[in-house]
């Protein structure tokens, strides 16, 4: 019998570890919704649920005679999206996880990604029904059309017999989140999925009493791969919520952390920074975080000063800063590639010398030099997986200290992108420089970072990097500077032009792309102190003046589903003079 909280034995997939669940404690609680991001009106599913809803679901496909082939789930998160995951599993077809197609922008993502899957069916909201016909006229010649399956209440009532997937069988077709115009999607099967699990769970440990929380999209890999289905595998309960109703209030996540006593939960840097900022005083009283052993933080670079920051303002509502684990993963390689052990104490913290890492070195100063830099930790590679840190141009691995690309290879590395031969030998089949090695190859991330004493340390992205008379300059650094310096900014973009580009000079410049919090009028009455205030902080933080800023309202810098900065799209806006612009009265547009 499959215990609660146990590891499931080798060789089952994820559909046949909830029926095992299900048939062993059909009661259990597996998913608590909460359906307004509060714990005022929670709906629970136990084991018995999901089986059975998934089971209606896969049956309603294969009734249409869908049985294999992608379909597209665009649902909201919620209960029944987990049900329509484990019913595409189960019905042997590839899901194609996707978010309901409102809104321009949503819309053209969606586009993308249907015409690149080409699946045979869609699961979205009933709202969309009327617009199908519209939507459907924009796809290419040639560009076979989907069924679509709206859900009701019926779809997730029935049962049938189940056709379990083969292991080496696709499982997912997961688009990574960036951009619109090249869709890319990564082809996991079913033992890649198993695998993230079990790696997680070796890194994490199990534990009897393991409560879950994430508010994250179910539709990204860290909400999808790193919450619902180790949930599931690990034979414990996960409370979610929407993403829409965290960002709405962020002191939601915290207050259902309070509430069901959670033990292990997840969110990007950016989360800690929106609980920090925006929960007030008079609400710390009703916190209780101590029930936390796990909080992972991944998705993004992990900023020593936002964590600081946190566990400053919580430590009070019995908030532990050694339960938190900095981690590094991509969805090519299903999810998880590092992470700090679990109960290894406070996360580590290296301080460099900037200078010094700018070409590519790290070298360690004092705590209180001021010329150095906090880089955190995100811990040891997975277990099973091997992580290397290799120059980019040579394909030679790199000593520890010196910065490289991040190379991956292990189970959890998918084979490669959908239909995309070129680009999959280029991406999974990498092989370091005089190294005799048989086997797959390696996952080349495309990130930058460095080893030191066996703990990956990432700086940044290898195409974001801006060079600057040899120096390196990361983006996110000087992101950082600017949104410190002035209290009315806030999320900006940071990239380089070349002279070309910009039709000037030969040099690259640094341009910066900001948010104001305010209106037109504000921003006018301000601008010349702002301006000064940026390219002060700029200057004296990163020994660069910035050649341009831009500055305009909320939703001016472009950004992915799951939260990242599209600094090329940004850019590329920003060449194009497509970027969004105050709306002022007298029509001068936005402000430059
Ligand atoms: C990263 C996913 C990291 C991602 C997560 C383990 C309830 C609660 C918790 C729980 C279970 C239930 O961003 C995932 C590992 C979660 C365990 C949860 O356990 N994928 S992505 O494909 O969208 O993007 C990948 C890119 O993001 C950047 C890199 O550029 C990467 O290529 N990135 C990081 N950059 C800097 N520092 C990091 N630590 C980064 N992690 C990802």
Known sequence: MLEPSASPPDGLSLPEILTARARAHPDALAFRFLPDGTTDHPVDWTYLDVELRSRAVARELSRRGIEGGRVVLALDPGLDYVA???????????????????????????????????????????????????????????TPKARWIFPDEALFQGDDTEVPPKLADPALLQYSSGSTGDPKGIVLTHENLVSNCR??????????????????????????????????????????????????????????????RVTITVGPNFAFDLCTSSIPDEALDSLDLSSLRQVFCGSEPVSAATLERFRERFAGCGYDAASLIPCYGLAEATLFVTGKPAKSGVRRLERLDKAALGTGTAVRVDAGDASGVDVVSCGVSAVGHEVLVVDPRTARVLPDGRVGEVWVSGPNVAAGYW????????????????????????????????????????????????????????????????????????????????????????????????????????????????????????????????????????????????????????????????????????????VR
């Not at 289905?229 to 034979?235: D, E, R």
């Open 199 to 260: 790696v997680l769970e070796a890194h994490t440990g199990m534990e009897p009493d393991r409560v879950g929380c994430s508010w994250l999209p179910p539709y990204h890999d860290m909400g999808l791969m790193g919450t619902i289905m180790l949930a599931v595998h690990g034979g414990w309960p996960l409370v979610m919520m929407s993403p829409v109703h965290f960002v709405q209030d962020p002191y939601r996540w915290l207050a259902a952390l309070t509430e069901y």
């Open 419 to 590: 239909r995309r031969p070129e680009l999959s030998t280029a991406a999974f089949g990498a092989r370091p420089a005089g190294a005799d090695r048989a086997g797959p190859g390696f996952l080349r991330t495309g990130d930058l970072g460095f080893v030191l004493d066996g703990e990956l340390f990432v700086t940044g992205r290898l195409k974001d990097v801006i060079v600057i008379s040899g120096r390196n300059l990361y983006p996110q650094d000087i992101e950082a500077s600017v949104e410190r310096c002035h209290g009315a900014l806030r999320r900006c973009a940071v990239f380089s032009v070349s002279g070309a580009e910009a039709g000037e000079a030969e040099e690259e410049q640094v341009v910066v792309v900001a948010e104001y919090r305010g209106t037109a009028g504000q921003f006018a009455a301000e601008e010349e102190s702002l301006r000064a205030a940026v390219t002060a902080a700029v200057t004296a933080d990163h020994g660069v003046r910035p050649a341009e800023l831009y500055v305009g309202p909320p939703g001016t810098v472009l950004m992915t589903t799951s939260g990242k900065v599209r600094r090329k799209a940004t850019k590329a806006a920003f060449l194009e003079g497509t970027l969004k612009r105050f709306t002022v009265p007298a029509g001068s547009g936005a």
């Open 84 to 142: 329509a995951l484990f019913g595409i599993l189960r019905a042997g077809c590839t899901a194609v996880p996707s978010f309901p197609p409102f809104g321009r922008r949503a819309m053209a993502r969606f586009l993308s990604i249907m015409v690149d899957c080409e699946p045979r069916a869609v699961l979205t909201d009933g709202r969309f029904a009327p617009q199908v016909e519209a939507f459907e006229a924009q796809y290419p010649q040639g």
